[in-house]
Protein backbone atom coordinates (compact mmCIF):
# COMPACT_ATOMS: atom_id res chain seq x y z
CA UNK A 1 0.00 0.00 0.00
CA UNK A 2 1.64 3.22 -1.02
CA UNK A 3 2.07 6.17 1.25
CA UNK A 4 -0.02 8.64 -1.07
CA UNK A 5 -3.35 5.98 -0.68
CA UNK A 6 -2.62 5.25 3.64
CA UNK A 7 -2.52 9.17 4.06
CA UNK A 8 -6.10 9.20 2.01
CA UNK A 9 -7.58 6.83 4.00
CA UNK A 10 -6.50 7.96 7.34
CA UNK A 11 -7.94 11.49 6.47
CA UNK A 12 -11.08 9.78 5.80
CA UNK A 13 -11.34 7.93 8.83
CA UNK A 14 -9.92 10.55 10.99
CA UNK A 15 -11.68 13.97 9.35
CA UNK A 16 -14.42 13.00 7.54
CA UNK A 17 -16.82 10.38 9.08
CA UNK A 18 -16.38 12.17 12.37
CA UNK A 19 -17.26 15.76 10.54
CA UNK A 20 -20.35 13.74 9.05
CA UNK A 21 -20.97 12.35 12.43
CA UNK A 22 -20.83 15.58 14.11
CA UNK A 23 -22.47 17.77 11.44
CA UNK A 24 -25.79 15.07 11.63
CA UNK A 25 -25.79 15.19 15.00
CA UNK A 26 -25.79 19.05 15.29
CA UNK A 27 -28.27 19.16 12.37
CA UNK A 28 -31.03 16.72 13.68
CA UNK A 29 -30.50 17.08 17.22
CA UNK A 30 -29.50 13.01 18.06
CA UNK A 31 -30.69 12.82 21.58
CA UNK A 32 -27.92 9.78 21.81
CA UNK A 33 -25.31 12.22 21.15
CA UNK A 34 -26.39 14.82 22.98
CA UNK A 35 -26.78 13.03 26.04
CA UNK A 36 -23.50 11.67 26.27
CA UNK A 37 -20.92 12.45 28.56
CA UNK A 38 -18.77 14.06 26.58
CA UNK A 39 -21.06 16.80 25.83
CA UNK A 40 -22.17 17.65 28.68
CA UNK A 41 -20.31 20.25 29.78
CA UNK A 42 -20.97 21.80 26.42
CA UNK A 43 -24.72 21.61 26.96
CA UNK A 44 -24.03 23.24 30.36
CA UNK A 45 -22.00 26.27 29.52
CA UNK A 46 -23.68 26.89 26.36
CA UNK A 47 -26.91 25.14 26.31
CA UNK A 48 -28.52 23.14 23.89
CA UNK A 49 -28.65 25.35 21.25
CA UNK A 50 -25.15 26.85 20.76
CA UNK A 51 -24.02 23.22 21.74
CA UNK A 52 -26.08 22.15 18.10
CA UNK A 53 -24.21 25.27 16.56
CA UNK A 54 -20.61 24.22 17.92
CA UNK A 55 -20.69 20.43 16.82
CA UNK A 56 -22.58 21.65 13.38
CA UNK A 57 -19.29 24.31 13.09
CA UNK A 58 -16.85 21.64 13.97
CA UNK A 59 -18.19 19.27 11.78
CA UNK A 60 -17.97 21.28 8.88
CA UNK A 61 -14.01 22.29 10.11
CA UNK A 62 -13.43 18.19 9.88
CA UNK A 63 -14.69 17.56 6.75
CA UNK A 64 -13.23 20.69 5.38
CA UNK A 65 -9.64 19.57 6.88
CA UNK A 66 -10.67 15.99 5.43
CA UNK A 67 -11.08 17.15 1.68
CA UNK A 68 -8.55 19.74 2.07
CA UNK A 69 -5.95 16.42 2.51
CA UNK A 70 -7.84 13.79 -0.15
CA UNK A 71 -7.62 17.03 -2.55
CA UNK A 72 -3.95 18.57 -2.10
CA UNK A 73 -4.15 21.58 -3.73
CA UNK A 74 -0.78 21.86 -2.93
CA UNK A 75 0.49 18.72 -3.94
CA UNK A 76 2.18 17.84 -0.99
CA UNK A 77 2.05 13.92 -1.61
CA UNK A 78 3.57 14.16 -5.15
CA UNK A 79 7.02 15.84 -3.14
CA UNK A 80 7.98 12.46 -2.41
CA UNK A 81 8.90 12.89 1.16
CA UNK A 82 11.45 15.22 0.21
CA UNK A 83 12.00 17.91 2.36
CA UNK A 84 12.18 21.87 1.54
CA UNK A 85 15.08 23.68 2.70
Given amino acids: M ?3 LVVK ?5 M ?3 PG ?3 LVAGLRGS ?3 FESGGVAFFKRHL ?3 YTRVLYVVL ?4 IAGGLLILLDPLQVMEAGGTRMR
Fill in 2 to 4: SAP
Fill in 9 to 13: IAAIL
Fill in 15 to 17: FIL
Fill in 20 to 22: LMA
Fill in 31 to 33: RWF
Fill in 47 to 49: GLK
Fill in 59 to 62: GLLL
